[in-house]
C-alpha cells in the first residue's frame, strides 16, 4: 500500500489529483469567505465596450470625450473585445484613478505591439505622471526544430520600450494551464531572473519600497498557491464604464488610498470571457475567474498573509506513506477491521484536513489519501478476507469439492447430487499399542506423516480426503472429479500409499519408532455428494451405500486375514471396473457382511 502511495505521489496522475480533486474538495468544504481590503478590479466588461461603441448616447460620455484625441474619438465603434481598446482609453482611467487617489494602478493587458503614434504616446505620458503603475510582462512558448528533435522554447514578449520606460515596473503573472480550475501562480520563472511577478511589483510599489531589479531574489521553481476567497466577482470591482463616466467616483474615493486598482479583461455575468479560468469556487452565472482578479487574488494574498501553503515535499510523501502503510497493515492482519477503517480514517483525515485548510491555510495532502489509498486498502481488505475465506474452505473441505464451490457458490450447498464414485476407509492396524509405547507428541507426528501421505497419493489421482477420524481415512474418487476410470485411479493411489509408507517405516526404524501398516476397504457404486447436517451447519460428505460397504470391507480385513499388515479388500463392484487392468486380486469368495443380507464378493488387492 505504501509503495502505490509512493508511485502515485511521485506521478503526474498523483499531481493532478492533489491540486485538481483535492483541492476542489476542499475549497467545497470551506464557505466563502469575506474578501479584505486593499485591491480593486477596474472591469474591462461588455457592458463597458457596448457603452464605448453605442454612438447615440454621449450625456454620460462627456469626460471621456473630452480626455480622448479627436482622432481616436471615431475608433471607439471598432471596438472588438477589451484587447482592442484605443491606449488612449487606457491613458484616461489612468488619470481618473490618479485623480480619484489610487496610488497604484496594475495593468494586466500585454501592450506589445505599436499602435498609433498619438494613442501610444497619451498612453506613455499617463503612465509617467501616474508614477506608480506596472504593465504585463508575457511569455510566449513555441517548438523549434533541430533535426528530427523538437524543443520548447520559452521567450518574453516585453511591452513596448516606450511604455517600460514610463511606467513604475513591469510584471508577470503566469498560471498553470492543466485544463482544470488554477491554483497557483509562478511569482517566478527560472530562466528570466529580472522577472518579478505583478502581485510582487504591486505590493514593492504599495509599501514605497524603490523596486531595484538588480537586487530581486534568485528565480525559483516553486508554485504559490492562490488562497482564493470566493467565487468569481468577489473582490471589490467597477466597470471600466463607471470610472470613465466619472459615476464611480464618489464610491471610489473612501478606499481609494488603501487599494491597488488591477485593470483587465473581467466579467463575472459572462461565460467563455477573454482571458479567464475555471475556478474551484462557482458562482451564480457559472462563470470563470479572470486573470486580472486572479492577480488582484494574488497581491492580496501577499499584502495580507494569506498564502496557502503546503506541506514540504519530504513532509507530504511520509505523511502519505504512514497513512498508507497503516492501512495497508490493517487490510493485512485486520482484514474485517480494515474494511470499516478505510472509509472511517478517510472522512476523519479529510475533517483534519479541512481543519486545517480553513483555519491555518494549510493544504495538507489529501488526493492520495482518500482517492487511492483508501479505496485500495478497501478493496485489499476485501481480497484479503475472500483469500482467508477461501483457504478456510479449501482446508476444511475437499480440494476439488472447493474450487467447485468458490465457483459456483450454488453448487455443493444445499441438496446433495447424485455421482459415480469409489470410496476408500483406511485404518491402521494396531495404533492403540503404538500410542501405549510413544510420547503424545511422537504419535501425533507419526500420525500426522501418514495423513500425509494419504492425502498426497489420493490428490495425486483426482481423488480427495473426506474425512481424518483419529487413526482412520476415509477418501473417495468421483467420477465427476477422477473421471470414468475412479477404480482405477483409487487402486493406483493405494498401491502409491502402501509404497510410501514402507518408506516411512524404513527411515522410522532408525529412530526407534514402530512401523505401521493398514487396513483398506475399496467399493464403487453410486454416492450422495454435498452438504450432509442441518439448519446452517453442514459437513461435506459422501454417503450410500456403496460407502457403507467400503466401511465393512475395511474391518473385513481383521477377520480373514488376522496378523497380517496391510491388507486391502475391494468389493465386486470395484473389481469389475478395474478388469483389464495391471492389478492382481485374491478372490476371497462370498462373504458376510454385518448389516447386509445377501453375501458379497469380495478380494484382495495384491500389494507387490
Not at 374 to 391: H, M, N, W
Not at 528 to 547: L, P, Y
Not at 565 to 591: A, D, M, Y
Request: with cysteine; aromatic share 8%; net charge neutral.
Amino acid at each position: 500500500m505504501a509503495v502505490l502511495a509512493g508511485l502515485f505521489s511521485f506521478s503526474s496522475m498523483g499531481d493532478r489529483i492533489e491540486n485538481q480533486y483535492a483541492l476542489g474538495l476542499l475549497y467545497a468544504l470551506r464557505s466563502p469567505l469575506a474578501p479584505p481590503t486593499g485591491a480593486l478590479v477596474v472591469a474591462i466588461d461588455g457592458q463597458t465596450m457596448a457603452w464605448l461603441r453605442d454612438h447615440d448616447d454621449q450625456h454620460d460620455k462627456a469626460q471621456l470625450l473630452a480626455c480622448l484625441p479627436a482622432s481616436m474619438v471615431s475608433e471607439l465603434d471598432r471596438i472588438r473585445g477589451p484587447g482592442s481598446l484605443p491606449r488612449s482609453v487606457h491613458a484616461c482611467l489612468l488619470e481618473e484613478l490618479k485623480r480619484i487617489g489610487f496610488p497604484v494602478v496594475v495593468f494586466d493587458i500585454l501592450f506589445s505591439a505599436k499602435g498609433d503614434n498619438e494613442d501610444d504616446i497619451k498612453f506613455a505620458s499617463a503612465l509617467r505622471d501616474h508614477g506608480s503603475s506596472v504593465i504585463l510582462v508575457g511569455f510566449d512558448r513555441s517548438v523549434v526544430r533541430d533535426g528530427a528533435s523538437e524543443i520548447l522554447v520559452e521567450r518574453e514578449v516585453k511591452p513596448l520600450e516606450l511604455f517600460q520606460q514610463n511606467a513604475a515596473s513591469t510584471g508577470a503573472f503566469v498560471v498553470p494551464r492543466s485544463g482544470g480550475p488554477v491554483y497557483g501562480y509562478w511569482p517566478h520563472l527560472p530562466g528570466f531572473p529580472a522577472t518579478n511577478s505583478m502581485p510582487e511589483e504591486a505590493l514593492l510599489l504599495n509599501g514605497g519600497a524603490q523596486v531595484n531589479r538588480t537586487a530581486k531574489a534568485a528565480p525559483t521553481r516553486i508554485l504559490q498557491y492562490l488562497w482564493l476567497y470566493g467565487p468569481p466577482g468577489t473582490i471589490e470591482s467597477v466597470s471600466l464604464q463607471d470610472v470613465l463616466s466619472g459615476e464611480a467616483a464618489a464610491r471610489l474615493r473612501a478606499n481609494a488610498g488603501k487599494s491597488v486598482a488591477f485593470v483587465g479583461a473581467s466579467d463575472p455575468s459572462a461565460t467563455n470571457y477573454p482571458d479567464s479560468f475555471p475556478s474551484f469556487i462557482r458562482g451564480r452565472s457559472d462563470a470563470d475567474m479572470s486573470g486580472v482578479e486572479l492577480a488582484a487574488t494574488a497581491y492580496l494574498n501577499l499584502l495580507k498573509g494569506d498564502k496557502l501553503r503546503r506541506l514540504s515535499g519530504a513532509s507530504s510523501l511520509l505523511l502519505v506513506l504512514l497513512h498508507a502503510a497503516a492501512l495497508g497493515y490493517l487490510a493485512r492482519a485486520k482484514a474485517t477491521y480494515a474494511m470499516i477503517a478505510a472509509p472511517v480514517t478517510a472522512l476523519i483525515y479529510l475533517a483534519v484536513a479541512a481543519f486545517a485548510f480553513t483555519n491555518s491555510h494549510l493544504f495538507l495532502p489529501l488526493g492520495i489519501p482518500l482517492f487511492v489509498t483508501a479505496p485500495a486498502s478497501f478493496l485489499a481488505a476485501i481480497v484479503i478476507k475472500y483469500r482467508f475465506a477461501r483457504t478456510l474452505i479449501m482446508h476444511l473441505t475437499p480440494a476439488p469439492v472447493a474450487r467447485r464451490m468458490l465457483a459456483n457458490t450454488s453448487e455443493e450447498r444445499d441438496t446433495p447430487i447424485s455421482d459415480e464414485a469409489t470410496v476408500l476407509f483406511f485404518d491402521l492396524i494396531g495404533s492403540t499399542a503404538i500410542a501405549e509405547k510413544m510420547p503424545a507428541l511422537d504419535f501425533g507426528r507419526l500420525l500426522n506423516n501418514y495423513h500425509e501421505i494419504v492425502a498426497r497419493a489420493v490428490a495425486k489421482h483426482r481423488g480427495f480426503v473426506n474425512n481424518f477420524t483419529g487413526d482412520g481415512v476415509m477418501a473417495a474418487f468421483t467420477n465427476k472429479d477422477a473421471g470414468a476410470g475412479h477404480a482405477v485411479q483409487a487402486c493406483h493411489s493405494v498401491l502409491d500409499i502402501v509404497s510410501e509408507i514402507q518408506g516411512l517405516n524404513a527411515v522410522n526404524e532408525n529412530s526407534g519408532i514402530p512401523p505401521i501398516a493398514m487396513r483398506i476397504g475399496i467399493n464403487s457404486g453410486n454416492v450422495a455428494e454435498g452438504g450432509i447436517g442441518g439448519q446452517d451447519r453442514f459437513n461435506f460428505s459422501v454417503v450410500g451405500d456403496a460407502v457403507n460397504l467400503a466401511a465393512r470391507l475395511e474391518q473385513l480385513g481383521k477377520t480373514l486375514f488376522p496378523g497380517e499388515k496391510n491388507i486391502v479388500l475391494v468389493g465386486q463392484s470395484t473389481r469389475n471396473l478395474v478388469e483389464g487392468e495391471n492389478f492382481s486380486f485374491l478372490n476371497c469368495g462370498p462373504c458376510s457382511i454385518p448389516g447386509r443380507d445377501s453375501p458379497e464378493c469380495v478380494y484382495r488387492l495384491i500389494i507387490a
